[in-house]
């Protein structure tokens, strides 16, 4: 197992002094607990507690915490490859396909002249991966991410 952030889990320490703060702190409520009601809980004014139940809650407490401390570590599985990195931008072009792209008011019309903008702007672009997202009123990848020139 690996962890995101390794540096964090020196904090799981701090696990150990808790458990012995959590059990001090069970026997000292218990034994106020028994001061304040020498009957045993059988007098119905205080309810009954046992050093268990008490133990049992601060224990789970304890491992919330540690549990949360490993959380913060970023625990992965990794099968020991190294991320990659890749060079260039990851790139989406999103072009409306729809009929008011036939208007001629750009010769020859829109839908060309936006096509040969996105040929233009991709070759300028180099490395990196490219889509093309084409909608009409809803969209549909074309083309996913690819590293493909054409």
């Known amino acids: 197992m690996c962890f995101a952030r390794p540096a964090l889990l020196w904090l799981l320490c701090l696990a150990i002094p808790l458990v012995a703060l959590a059990f001090h702190g069970a026997r000292r409520k218990l034994s106020v607990w028994r001061k304040l009601d020498g009957s045993g809980g059988v007098s119905g004014v205080l309810p009954a507690l046992s050093f268990p139940k008490i133990a049992a809650r601060r224990v789970m407490f304890v491992a919330s915490v540690a549990l949360m401390l490993l959380a ?3 625990p992965e599985l990794c ?3 190294k991320p990659e ?3 260039g931008l990851d790139v989406i072009f999103m072009l409306d396909v729809s009929n008011s792209m036939r ?9 060309s002249a936006a096509k040969s903008e996105l040929l233009r702007i991709s070759r300028t672009l180099g490395e990196g991966r490219k889509a093309l997202l084409l909608f009409a009123g809803s969209p549909v990848v074309q083309c996913p991410l ?3 020139a054409e």
């Open 72 to 74: 913060a570590a970023g």
């Open 85 to 87: 990195r890749r060079k």
């Open 103 to 111: 208007a001629t008011d750009v010769a020859p019309d829109r839908l």
């Open 79 to 81: 099968s020991g490859l």
């Open 146 to 148: 690819t590293g493909d």
